[in-house]
């Protein structure tokens, strides 16, 4: 009796391993599943941010071509030079000059505060 009871500790201790093992089983899979959907999703956000990434280049090369374009016509319509050597066409002269300069400045800050901005 004693024997037969050993037997079914035995048989039921045995039951128990086998059931925690299957556990262990199918947790590892679960595990791998989700591991393999993150690691999609994170591959697939870098193909985004690769994206985004370019897009943002190419805005930024958008404006500095319409900043450039800006200044070239700033250049054309207010040439450096003063036609007339009268003290008025001086003043005038010096103005233009340090207007071009401001802006020159404020649009060269532009650039680099996007690029700072874009870039972080």
């Known amino acids: 009796m004693t024997a037969l009871a050993l037997l079914f ?13 299957v556990q262990k089983y199918f947790n590892l899979q679960r ?16 193909a985004d941010n690769e994206e985004n990434v370019k897009e943002n280049l190419e805005a930024e090369k ?10 070239l016509e700033l250049e054309q319509q207010f040439p450096d030079s003063a036609t007339g050597h009268d ?5 005038t002269e010096m103005f233009t000059k340090d207007f071009k300069k401001m802006f020159h400045s404020t649009l060269n800050l532009l650039k680099v505060e996007h690029s700072y901005y874009t870039n972080r």
């Open 9 to 21: 500790a035995l048989v039921f201790g045995l039951l128990c391993l086998l059931v925690w093992q």
């Open 31 to 46: 595990n791998l599943k989700t591991f393999g959907e993150d690691l999609q999703t994170k591959v697939s956000k870098l």
């Open 62 to 71: 958008q404006l500095h071509a319409i900043i450039n374009k800006r200044l």
């Open 87 to 91: 003290l008025a066409g001086l003043k």
